[in-house]
């Protein structure tokens, strides 16, 4: 798209004059369908030796050439030398196709000559569409989402309101497993522009079917065209992204952004191949919580330290162990703070993402307690590769509690009364029978008593339910109640002796949990 190269416009012009050799000027001007803007005429005397003193000056707005000889010195070859040489040039890229017509007068410093004329036909022909990018570099960052390549990219055609296509290309550093341009289009500012992207070549091609889509329409679109990075780990080479587009004759020069490609450190993550349910039997030994875990990290490849917490830790119960194995773990080692319920393991070299799963699917849990509190813990494994966590795995270990026995308590198995004299046994007389069950909690306890030689009687029944006797003077008695109702009626129990009887007699304390 450059100025049209200026033609002669007459080279076969001839001059006479009768009475005169020399001439003092002459005037050569568009005087046909003059264009301002467009239409020049140019004359340089770069030969004075045929073109004598000749000299000359346009007025680009009437479109006239003056051309003079100073002391009207210059002779008629010179003139016709001079106005053979005169041509015509236009200076638009899109110039108006009329014809212009061009008059020649001479004037011999007295009197002008006849006006002489000639046509200059004026031709268009298709400008190259012109495609320009903006400043600057585009910054993509690793994860966060497709970047628009130059949203402050334009567009020109000086004779053509619309355009046909458009070739949109990673042209430098392009990686075909990372890299993607994405175009989707709006609906309404970018006609019926439709693309293809080619994953395979980097280059995404641009389409408006009949050519109809305009330039502002085309501005818009390209101006959207993204480019997204799908690596977990990308190459951080620099992109060079080459814009060109065709008005359906012509194709633009190629214009060009780059795109930077920064990565970002990815988190660790621990996973389970599959489901494991993990089951801790009350007075069982400790148990691995997940001996199938996974740890990977897109981009690195050893870690730094790692933590396993229960998160409804219950301090008087709960266990976390762990073991090192040099030989599957390197020198991962662990600390267990009994008062949190949180395992920290740390390693003081490089260690591998191998030996780090090999530690933390060695890690176990254990319950103290004859009575666990709740159904199940949850406990949380997360890993550190020096800058980041990783999200916490979550594992579930059920408890299942055994039922313990009931224990029963008496300070010494054999007692001593007097002849027709009453027994009590409670804490004063240091005889306390006293029923214990670490896990019945609240829940009903049956009792049966059974007195030989003699007769029983409880020292209350509050809250208690007399299945057999009434619970006073009867040689056998059973109730059911929590243990303290229970406990509490036993304080005070009292035996009395058949009257008369010496010798051995019993009192056969019985206990049943009924499951609790």
Partial sequence: NVTSTPVAIDNSLTLNDSDNATLAKATVSVAGNFQSGEDHLVFSNNNPSTMGNISASYNSITGVLELTSNGATATLAQWQAALRSVTYTNSSDDPNTSNRTISFTVNDGTSDSATGTKVITVGNVNDTPIVHSSNGVTSFVEGSGKVSIDSSLTLTDVDSPTLAGAEVSISGGFVASEDKLVFANDGSTMGNISAIYNASTGSMTLASVGATATLAQWQAA?????????????????????????????????????????????????????????????????????????????????????????????????????????????????????????????????????????????????????????????????????????????????????????????????????????????????????????????????????????????????GLTILGGTGTNEASITVTGNLTDINAALNGLTFTPTPGYTGSATVQVLVDDQGN
């Fill in 222 to 462: 390209l101006a959207s065209v993204s480019y997204n990075n799908s690596s977990a780990t990308p190459d951080v080479q620099t992109r060079t992204i080459s814009f060109s587009i065709n008005d359906g004759s012509e194709t633009s020069a190629v214009a060009t952004k780059a795109v930077s490609v920064g990565q970002v450190n990815d988190a660790p993550v621990i996973t389970s191949p599959s489901p494991v349910t993990t089951t801790f039997t009350e007075d069982g030994a400790a148990i691995l919580i997940n001996a199938g875990l996974i740890v990977t990290d897109a981009d690195n490849s050893t870690m730094t330290g790692a933590k396993v917490a229960i998160a409804d830790f219950h301090s008087s119960e709960d266990l976390l162990s762990f073991v090192s194995n040099n030989a599957t773990m390197g020198d991962i080692s662990g600390s267990y703070n009994a008062s949190t319920g949180v395992l920290t393991l740390t390693s003081a070299t490089a260690t591998t993402l191998a030996q780090w799963q090999a530690a933390l699917s060695s890690v176990k849990y254990e319950n103290t307690s004859q009575a666990p509190t709740g159904a199940d813990r949850t406990v949380n494994f997360s890993i550190n590769d020096g800058t980041v966590d990783s999200q916490a795995f979550t594992q579930t270990v059920t408890l299942i509690q055994s039922n313990d026995a009931p224990v029963i308590t008496l300070a010494a198995a054999t007692q001593n009364t007097r002849q027709d004299a009453a027994l009590t046994f409670n804490a004063a007389n240091h005889n306390l029978i006293n029923i214990n069950d670490v896990d019945a909690g609240t829940s009903d306890v049956k009792v049966t008593l059974t007195a030989t030689h003699g007769l029983l009687s409880l020292s209350g029944v509050s």
